[in-house]
């Protein structure tokens, strides 16, 4: 028996063996110039494909830094000069933002509290309305969450949150939006 590289050659050796030992001729004919497969019977596309990740997997490394390479060639490696973080500022909200967040302000300061100043930082209403600076803004927010019904520490005066409300409301429509 001859030993080859291909294994699948090997099996059909012994297959042909096994059928001769049989009494039965086995002839197979692995060239056949209508096929366009190979001899195990795939097609040349999915034969390359099975070779690539192949290579792949004995050569991972080398591949995963060349792929590394070819991202940061387009990528730029410095920052510009003079970038600053981005300010969020009151400018920043929109209009439509600003109303939204004033009628949650009117309609439960508790939720505003919640959902807009402590969970992403904008505690405009607060800081406008009730001229808080930022840090005390968060720090009544975070009395007004921690705290039971029964204290009322979330009770803001309604007159100054309805005063600032309309006049936001005023000047939007100065401005031409229609909130």
Same mark, same amino acid.
């Given at each position: 028996m001859m030993w080859t590289t291909q294994p699948f050659i090997l099996l059909l050796c012994l297959r042909v +063996?096994?059928?001769q030992a049989f009494g039965r001729t086995v002839s197979i004919n692995i060239h056949s110039p209508t096929i366009s497969s190979t001899a195990l019977g795939i #097609? =040349? $596309?999915l034969a $390359? =494909?099975?070779d690539e990740y192949y290579y792949y997997q004995e050569h991972k490394k080398e591949v995963d830094e060349k792929a590394q390479q070819r991202i940061l060639q387009y990528l730029d490696p410095h920052l510009p000069m003079g970038l600053d973080a981005v300010d969020l500022t009151v400018a920043a909200l929109t209009p439509t933002q600003r109303v939204r967040d004033? =009628? @949650?302000v009117m309609k439960n300061p508790k939720s505003y509290c919640q959902d807009r100043c402590l969970a992403t930082g904008f505690c405009d209403i607060f800081e406008d309305v009730f001229e808080f600076s930022q840090e005390e803004a968060? $720090?009544?927010c #975070? +009395?007004?969450i921690i705290s039971d019904e029964e204290d009322h520490l979330c009770d803001v005066p309604e007159g100054s949150v309805h +005063?600032?409300?309309?006049? @936001?409301l005023e000047e939007n429509r100065k401005k031409g939006f229609r909130l």
């Open positions: +063996e096994d059928g #097609s =040349k $596309q $390359q =494909k099975i004033t =009628k @949650l968060r $720090q009544f #975070s +009395e007004c +005063e600032y409300y309309n006049k @936001l």
